[in-house]
């Protein structure tokens, strides 16, 4: 009975004189939960293998996994030596105090529950603070991979500079502003004779305000150079609309200063007008370099 060979024929290279062994059966490989890329793909990196839905949902979770972890690992710390934290966030009160040694402002509660709430926002604020730098870390370490050279040139150093802005931002509003919020409301108590009765929540609400409010508008001459990067703004449209910014960021000053007294108000917003001209100034770099492009 002759062979059918309904499968491959398998030649050997080696020897010219033997002949050709049909294959009975076809040759099916296993299947794989990958799916292969050639090294010269230009949509991935050489050597790289594209991974399925599942493995990114399986990476996915780690990094979630991982940044929880800080979370409840700074929480715990910030817990453990909450005395100690309690102290070094009290720093503008005692350096204000010292100017003042006759009041005595010594905060208090005035529910049963205060102090329990103030204990829970320190922590969990605390813990976002200071996991921030790791979390970021994490979620790069999960982007990076889907992310081509140029893109990686262009994000990797505006995650930086977001998060350098940010504690720029906090600390200007925590070592400058907030003694000044203190010392002005302190004069103004003292103008219309009333008593001081400050309690915890007040002096920890205002300090979350001021120090993460004013955090987040030093991020914004990242979206200015990110509209003029994708090409939804230009430079020439920022430098026509400079006295309208100037005006913005006067009107985002008083919203985030929680007082109406105009020295926090006129600080914070010559800070955001230089950082808006910083931020014209790196757009029109970008510019130049998609031009010669």
Not at 127 to 146: D, E, H, K, T
Request: with cysteine; charged share 15%; hydrophobic share 50%.
């Amino acid at each position: 009975m002759d062979w059918v060979a309904i499968g491959p024929r398998i030649s050997l290279p080696f020897s010219e004189k033997l002949p050709t062994i049909p294959v009975p059966y076809p040759i099916v490989s296993e299947p794989k939960d990958y799916i292969e890329i050639t090294p010269n793909s230009p949509t991935s990196p050489a050597g790289e293998k594209a991974m399925s839905f599942w493995g990114h949902l399986e990476e996915l979770r780690g990094t979630l996994i991982k940044c929880a972890i800080t979370l409840v690992v700074f929480a715990v710390l910030i817990g453990y030596f909450m005395k100690e934290f309690n102290e070094s966030l009290m720093w503008p009160m005692i350096k204000v105090q010292a100017e003042y040694p006759d009041l005595d402002l010594k905060l208090g509660t005035q529910s049963i529950m205060e102090v329990f709430n103030m204990i829970i926002q320190m922590c969990v604020l605390g813990s976002l603070a200071l996991s921030a730098p790791f979390m970021l870390f994490f979620a790069g370490q999960f982007v990076a991979p889907a992310l081509s050279e140029k893109e990686k040139r262009a994000v990797l150093p505006m995650c930086f500079s977001a998060f350098v802005l940010f504690f720029i931002g906090a600390a200007i509003g925590f070592f400058l502003l907030m003694p000044n919020t203190i010392r002005i409301s302190i004069q103004l108590t003292n103008t219309f004779d009333y008593a001081f009765r400050w309690t915890v929540g007040s002096y920890f609400t205002t300090l979350t305000w001021l120090v993460v409010g004013v955090g987040g508008t030093f991020e914004f001459p990242l979206i200015i150079v990110l509209l003029v990067w994708l090409g939804i703004t230009s430079t020439a449209f920022l430098r026509k609309y400079r006295r309208h910014a100037f005006v913005l960021v006067f009107i985002v000053a008083a919203i985030v200063t929680p007082t109406a007294d105009p020295v926090n108000q006129t600080i914070l917003a010559v800070m955001l007008y230089v950082l808006y001209e910083i931020a014209i100034l790196a757009s029109l770099r970008i510019e130049k370099r998609k031009q010669r492009l």
